[in-house]
């Protein structure tokens, strides 16, 4: 996730750089994409991020993706290009699964810019509710176990050859069955939204990891 956040970043910002510090014309800028965002107000009222850094966001966002929306193939296209040493394929279709929340097949700027709102500047019940869903690939408010290993093994496919320690064919189930032994607190076989939150909130290498971005931009 956070590799494409930041890169999406970067190349808003070198961007930004290169652009005239006149008033953008932003009615100009939309019209030459198929899809039209909601006008930059709204989603600076509705999300974390200034005008100006929707602005260079959107910059980014349309060097990536002209047509103004992200289908499933392109998005696994432009997330691949990061882990070139492993598979990035699963876990980039469950984290566009968790983009498309309106499950429309696409990500539009719109999606894009409230999922980083939650990741980037949410708080910490925001972001954990999001990688929440992220795991809850069903839909129906529980992490099961073998929820949790799809997306364990994903992450350990897409690390490829530089996971350290090396991996066993086993590695992933062992995770998960730590990770499920800590988290599944009434040992009913399934996590909910408060189990997760809270063990979570007691992990300090969690809570550490969800600070990792908040100065991307």
């Known amino acids: 996730m956070g590799l494409v956040m930041g890169t999406f970043s970067m190349q808003s910002n070198k961007q930004d750089r290169t652009y005239r510090k006149d008033k953008i014309d932003d009615d100009f800028e939309l019209s030459v994409v198929c899809h039209r965002p909601e006008?930059?107000?709204k989603l600076e009222?509705?999300?974390?991020?200034s005008k100006r850094e929707l602005q260079v966001l959107y910059r980014g966002f349309?060097?990536?993706?002209?047509?103004?929306v992200v289908n499933e193939d392109t998005f696994k296209q432009i997330y691949a290009q990061f882990f070139p040493h492993g598979?990035?394929?699963?876990?980039?279709?469950?984290?566009?699964?968790?983009?498309?929340?309106?499950?429309?097949?696409?990500?539009?700027?719109?999606?894009?810019v409230m999922a980083l709102?939650?990741?980037?500047?949410?708080?910490?019940?925001e972001k954990l509710t999001w990688t929440f869903n992220l795991y809850d690939i069903n839909t129906d408010g529980y992490i099961s176990k073998e929820e949790m290993t799809d997306i364990v093994r994903a992450i350990y496919d897409m690390?490829?050859?530089y996971t350290y320690p090396a991996l066993k064919t086993d590695?992933?189930?062992?995770h998960v069955d730590a990770?499920?032994?800590?988290?599944?607190?009434?040992?009913?076989?399934?996590?909910?939204?408060?189990?997760?939150?809270l063990s979570c909130q007691e992990d300090e290498n969690i809570m550490r990891s969800l600070q990792l971005f908040e100065n991307v931009i």
């Open 39 to 41: 006008g930059l107000d």
């Open 45 to 49: 009222a509705q999300s974390n991020f």
């Open 62 to 68: 349309k060097n990536e993706c002209p047509s103004g």
């Open 87 to 112: 598979d990035a394929s699963s876990y980039a279709h469950y984290l566009f699964d968790a983009f498309d929340s309106a499950h429309s097949g696409s990500i539009k700027f719109e999606d894009f």
């Open 117 to 125: 709102s939650i990741l980037l500047r949410g708080s910490v019940r």
């Open 159 to 161: 690390m490829g050859k």
């Open 171 to 174: 590695t992933p189930k062992q």
């Open 179 to 197: 990770f499920f032994q800590k988290m599944d607190k009434n040992r009913d076989g399934v996590v909910t939204l408060d189990e997760f939150i």
